[in-house]
């Protein structure tokens, strides 16, 4: 049951990624290495200090 809610966590990490126009694999892995927790926190210090910007 942990390891399901550890994956959703971390799917939720990359789908934020997703609508900030990141790269979503890239966060999904972040997520699952670092916790969600961490991963959704990197996420914003990243939005935040516009690191690592997806190219269009």
């Known amino acids: ?4 809610l550890w994956i959703l ?3 939720g990490v990359a789908y934020a ?3 900030s126009r990141r790269g ?3 966060w ?3 997520g699952m290495v670092l916790t969600p927790l ?4 990197a996420l914003m210090a990243a ?3 516009g690191w690592f910007l997806k190219r269009r």
Request: glycine content about 18%; proline content about 0%.
């Open 24 to 26: 979503g694999w890239a």
């Open 1 to 4: 049951m942990l390891l399901f």
């Open 28 to 30: 999904f892995i972040v």
């Open 17 to 19: 990624a997703q609508l």
């Open 47 to 49: 939005n935040r200090q």
């Open 9 to 11: 966590g971390a799917m």
């Open 38 to 41: 961490g991963g959704s926190l």
